[in-house]
């Protein structure tokens, strides 16, 4: 079954735009990750938050979590052609010792 | 250093037939993940591995199995295959269980006909 929900499922934005994209789980967490997907090709990692982390930043990157909400959000900064991707985000439960749950995931097109 | 590697990058099989896919895990990792990516799906897990063991199972029927070696790389077998396993299989490793970060390799693709 599926943990995490990306809203939107997809996401058309102009070069030099922001693009955000927000995650709604259902159970208590452990960490929440954000991974891209280029081409149905394999995952790439891009940022882990913890549970007790409200925000975190990797370069063009920032992440939100909310766990009274159980929600989370990326926002890619400034974008670029090469952002165009599928994103998903990636549960972790509290157990630890279940596997990450991703969600459907958005498709994020940058137009230049 | 070597990421995740899996083979073959495409499989063709009919249906009935059985398929088997490999992966082998970054060094170092011993716990090796199965997700299933159906066309315009999200991931879908399949299997999980750690130490040569078996440790959780997603909602799959039994002819989707697998194993993992003494080298901890893995492989898949699926069963009496239906045209709905049509699909990319993504293949991951991480250390010991998925609190940290997830290394993927670049999928097989399995299309049965």
């Given amino acids: ?11 058309s934005i102009q070069e030099g735009e922001n693009a955000t994209m927000n995650c709604s789980y259902k159970t208590s967490i452990n960490n ?4 891209r997907q280029n081409s149905g090709r394999g995952l790439v990692h891009l940022i ?5 982390e409200r925000e975190k930043h990797s370069g063009r990157l920032r992440v939100t979590l909310d766990t009274s909400k159980k929600s989370s959000s990326l926002l890619i900064t400034a974008s670029r052609a090469a952002d165009t991707a599928s994103y998903f985000c ?6 630890g010792n279940t596997p990450l749950v991703f969600g459907k995931g958005t498709r994020l097109s940058v137009i230049a | 250093e070597a990421g995740v590697t899996q083979s073959p990058t495409h499989l063709i ?5 059985q398929a088997t896919l490999r992966c082998s895990p970054i060094s170092g990792h011993t716990s090796v993940y199965w997700y299933q990516q159906a066309l315009g799906l999200g991931l879908q897990f399949l299997l999980w591995y750690d130490e040569g063991e078996e440790r959780n199972r997603g909602n799959f029927p039994p002819r989707f199995s697998g194993r993992q070696f003494p080298n901890y790389s893995s492989e898949l077998n699926v069963n009496a ?9 993504l293949c991951a490793s991480s250390l010991i269980v998925m609190n940290t970060e997830a290394f993927f390799g670049q999928g097989t693709r399995l299309t049965v006909v």
């Fill in chain 2, 81 to 89: 295959l239906e045209l709905e396993d049509s699909a990319l299989y």
């Fill in chain 1, 48 to 52: 882990l938050i913890r549970s007790n």
């Fill in chain 2, 13 to 17: 099989k009919t249906r009935g037939q």
């Fill in chain 1, 32 to 35: 929440l990750q954000w991974y």
């Fill in chain 1, 90 to 95: 990636a549960t972790s439960r509290d157990s």
């Fill in chain 1, 1 to 11: 079954s599926q943990q995490g929900e990306e809203d939107p499922q997809a996401l």
